[in-house]
């Protein structure tokens, strides 16, 4: 098995980091900065800021805050939000960050991926797949923070995107986000093995079982986590700790 990789995510709103339930309800945690240099202490092997407004509102991602994170941390991290173009792609990484990631742009403009993929290399690129289950038991996309449903199903696109040149996928289940209640490892599983690209699991952490059913039932080669660091259930080295006795393969 490889190495499992530990993501804390930090949602980024009016420049704080911020967490809800379901998309909804968000509450102030902290400096997007601080906690991410703090994570990068514990020992996390990447950092993900989202800025979730930016599509919402138009905007273009956060640049300066990049710029301010990459003196402080000596870890990769990847950034997303707003991202619409190769050129929003450029000033990321110009700004430090190591990986950009995409969602509601590329599910509009799926030639995105590609021209970003063409112009740095897949393993820049991160497409972000924000989904929820329907009555009709389908995985629905979702884009603009979870605000507009789709025609897209997840599968499908996910094997879109890797075709077009994406590096991971970041899939983020609506359905489990924030309610600490374990991630849906069937449809990871099925993910998992439906693509070659890595697969980076969202939504759902509540404890370090949650995190270990992912990256073992679920096939998922990262789990990524918001909640359960930013309010102090655990800390990554200990996290690390309890996935190492379980025989799992991380960096202590």
Not at 39 to 47: K, N, R, T, V
Not at 134 to 155: F, K, M, P, S, Y
Request: glycine share 12%; charged share 25%.
């Amino acid at each position: 098995m490889l190495t499992k990789r530990i993501i804390p995510c930090l949602d980024v709103k009016d420049g704080r980091t911020v967490k809800g339930i379901n998309f909804e309800g968000l509450a102030d945690v902290g400096d997007p900065v601080e906690l991410g240099a703090r994570y990068a202490l514990e020992g996390a092997d990447e950092l993900v800021y989202l800025d979730i407004s930016a599509s919402r509102e138009g905007r273009g991602t956060f640049t300066r805050l990049v710029s301010r994170i990459a003196d402080r941390v000596n870890i990769p991290f990847t950034v997303g939000g707003g991202i619409s173009s190769a050129d929003d792609a450029a000033a990321l990484l110009d700004a430090g960050a190591d990986k950009i990631t995409v969602n509601s742009a590329a599910v509009r403009n799926p030639g995105l991926i590609s021209a970003i993929a063409g112009r740095y290399g897949s393993q820049f690129v991160v497409v972000a797949i924000d989904a929820r289950r329907g009555d009709d038991g389908e995985w629905h996309v979702t884009t603009h923070g979870g605000t507009r449903i789709t025609d897209r199903l997840l599968l499908p696109w996910a094997r879109e995107a890797m075709e077009r040149g994406a590096g991971e996928i970041l899939f983020t289940s609506m359905d489990h986000d924030g309610t600490r209640a374990g991630y849906p490892c069937d449809i990871y599983r099925s993910l998992a093995s439906s693509l070659s690209i890595p697969v980076i699991a969202s939504g759902g952490a509540g404890s370090p079982d949650d995190i270990a059913d992912v990256l073992t039932i679920g096939g998922a080669d990262a789990a990524l986590a918001a909640s359960i660091f930013h309010y102090g259930d655990i800390t990554v080295s200990r996290l690390k700790s309890c996935l190492a006795a379980r025989g799992i393969p991380v960096r202590i």
